[in-house]
């Protein structure tokens, strides 16, 4: 019972990736999956932050406003 409670507190992503690579591993395809994933999840950033970037209108102008704002603030 105890490892039926230790997967309670795993998303669904970790569980089936568990699943999935229940079998060991060499070491370059281990290191080409982290780089898969790695891969995958900086996409996901990358797109949100984009999504950020256009729904706030921002601009490389605005950001720059923000931090010279910040900056003399702080002298």
Do not use: Y
């Not at 490892?3 to 507190?9: A, E, I, L, Q, Y």
């Not at 999504?51 to 720059?64: G, H, P, T, V």
């Amino acid at each position: 019972m105890l490892v039926k409670d230790s997967f309670n507190t795993l998303s669904n992503a970790q569980f089936e990736i568990l699943k999935m690579f229940s079998k060991p591993m060499n070491n370059k395809d281990l290191t080409e999956l982290k780089q898969l994933l790695k891969d995958f999840l900086s996409k996901r950033i990358d797109d949100e932050v984009d999504e950020i970037w256009d729904a706030r209108e921002l601009s490389q102008e605005k950001l720059d406003s923000v931090l010279n704002t910040h900056v003399n603030r702080h002298k």
